[in-house]
């Protein structure tokens, strides 16, 4: 079944990446497994998939013990700067970053386990109070100040776009997130590398694929929907 899901996902991506004229290398699946069993990880594993996201820091944790060493667990929820230790060796890619305080405990983290931690900064793009991330024009200011940390590299931007019943509707969107990773390339900050957009989730990937996304995050088009009665949280 995730298998048969997977397909469908991966079909989805190879036409979005070819009518936008991309490439197929330049755009990555990250399987949202937030509140899903390993053994249903395993599937999508068994299925070639290897980049996996996460939201809470002890699920990441605990399914990076038990699942094998080659996946690479992304951090797309928010992060609390106490539980940034817990993690700094663990995950491949911190998404969510939206304050300079946050970065530097993360700075602060990765020097002592001697790393170099690759993130995103997390925009609030359509601007949604019940959302988090830095606000449009707060990040390049906030870019500058990170990138004078050290063992921290930020590597472009991610956003959580608005719900949505048209994927259309979010088209605007993920255009105004790449526009600002021009912009900011355009800064020529040093230590600042504008390489990866993550955008896009199972109701709007096609979209945020012929917009420039490298990473789409999709869950339940994956996994399935999720249960929450388990972990309201999620
Ligand atoms: C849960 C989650 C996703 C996946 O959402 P789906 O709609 O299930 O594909 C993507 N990004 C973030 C940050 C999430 O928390």
Known sequence: MIKDNLSEVQRNIASAVKRSGRREEDVCLIAVSKTKPVSLIMEAYDAGIRDFGENKVQELVSKYEEMPKDIRWHMIG???TNKVKYIVDKAYMIHSVDSLK?????????QKQNKTCDILLEVNV??????????????CETAEMIAKLP???IRGLMTVAPYVDDPEKNRTIFRKLKQLSVDITNKNIDNVFMDTLSMGMSGDYEVAIEEGAKYVRVGTSVFGERNYSINKEN
């Not at 946050?102 to 990765?110: D, G, P, V």
């Not at 359509?126 to 990040?139: M, N, R, T, Y």
Request: contains cysteine; aromatic residues 4%; glycine residues 4%.
């Open 151 to 153: 063992a921290i590299r």
């Open 126 to 139: 359509a601007d949604e109070s019940s959302k988090f991330g830095l606000s449009c024009d707060q990040v």
């Open 78 to 80: 928010h992060l609390q």
């Open 102 to 110: 946050l970065a530097q405990q993360i700075s602060k983290e990765a």
